[in-house]
């Protein structure tokens, strides 16, 4: 099972990326290289390695080349390509993009909800908190069933919105079962907001 927060060093690559890059496609190791990728080239692996390789190379120049690549995979081909855009983003935006983050958690066509709130929690802020709300009373219904973002959504909730009416609404509908919660979210929950969940 997933950490209720993820916990990811994106300063890093993949060790494949370099290789495949510059060995195979024999191509300079720049942010404008992984650009003309993600803009020319229709091999999903290469693409997949030019997204994993603007973390390292990448600058904001990069965020609306990996937006558009977030929106337009389709998720039940390619979901590796819609979570690790959103990711690479979120280490080039430094918490400036949860907003986009909280937008895709509404958006239908983007699949990898999860991603999107393990994007939101790598600089966490408030700017997401109208979306992230939105999903949570469409989302989360009980504890037994939540979605596998259920946690996030709920300690996001706890720490931005803990006094909200909505919020409230929640959190009462998870404290009905809260016993069927997964152990290791219910444990977390009991011990950083004690006093919503203990």
């Given at each position: 099972?997933?950490?209720?927060?993820?916990?990811?060093?994106?300063?890093?690559?993949?060790?494949?990326?370099?290789?495949?890059i510059?060995?195979k496609?024999?191509?300079?190791?720049?942010?404008?290289?992984?650009?003309?990728?993600?803009?020319?080239h229709?091999?999903w692996?290469?693409?997949?390695?030019?997204?994993?390789?603007?973390?390292?190379?990448g600058?904001?120049?990069?965020?609306?080349?990996?937006?558009?690549?977030?929106?337009?995979?389709?998720?039940?081909?390619?979901?590796?390509?819609?979570?690790?855009?959103?990711?690479s983003?979120?280490?080039?935006?430094?918490?400036?993009?949860n907003k986009?983050?909280?937008?895709?958690?509404?958006?239908?066509?983007y699949k990898?909800?999860?991603?999107?709130?393990?994007?939101?929690?790598?600089?966490?802020?408030?700017?997401?908190?109208?979306?992230?709300?939105?999903?949570?009373?469409?989302?989360?219904?009980?504890?037994?069933?939540?979605?596998?973002?259920?946690?996030?959504?709920?300690?996001?909730?706890?720490?931005?919105?803990?006094?909200?009416?909505?919020?409230?609404?929640?959190?009462?509908?998870?404290?009905?079962?809260?016993?069927?919660?997964?152990?290791?979210?219910?444990?977390?929950?009991?011990?950083?907001?004690?006093k919503?969940?203990?």
């Amino acid at each position: 099972m997933r950490k209720v927060i993820p916990e990811w060093d994106l300063d890093n690559i993949g060790s494949f990326c370099y290789e495949h890059i510059t060995g195979k496609l024999k191509k300079p190791f720049t942010e404008d290289t992984m650009i003309n990728i993600l803009t020319k080239h229709s091999d999903w692996f290469d693409i997949l390695q030019a997204i994993d390789a603007l973390k390292k190379v990448g600058t904001k120049k990069s965020i609306n080349y990996l937006k558009r690549i977030a929106l337009e995979y389709n998720a039940t081909k390619k979901m590796d390509i819609q979570g690790t855009s959103v990711l690479s983003i979120a280490k080039l935006a430094n918490g400036q993009e949860n907003k986009f983050f909280g937008q895709l958690l509404l958006n239908e066509n983007y699949k990898n909800k999860w991603y999107a709130m393990a994007a939101i929690f790598y600089r966490i802020n408030d700017t997401a908190l109208p979306y992230v709300l939105e999903y949570g009373i469409n989302k989360i219904k009980k504890s037994k069933n939540m979605p596998d973002t259920g946690g996030m959504v709920l300690v996001y909730l706890a720490k931005y919105a803990s006094e909200n009416e909505q919020s409230k609404k929640i959190f009462t509908r998870i404290k009905n079962d809260f016993e069927e919660m997964d152990k290791e979210t219910k444990e977390y929950l009991k011990k950083e907001y004690s006093k919503i969940f203990g």
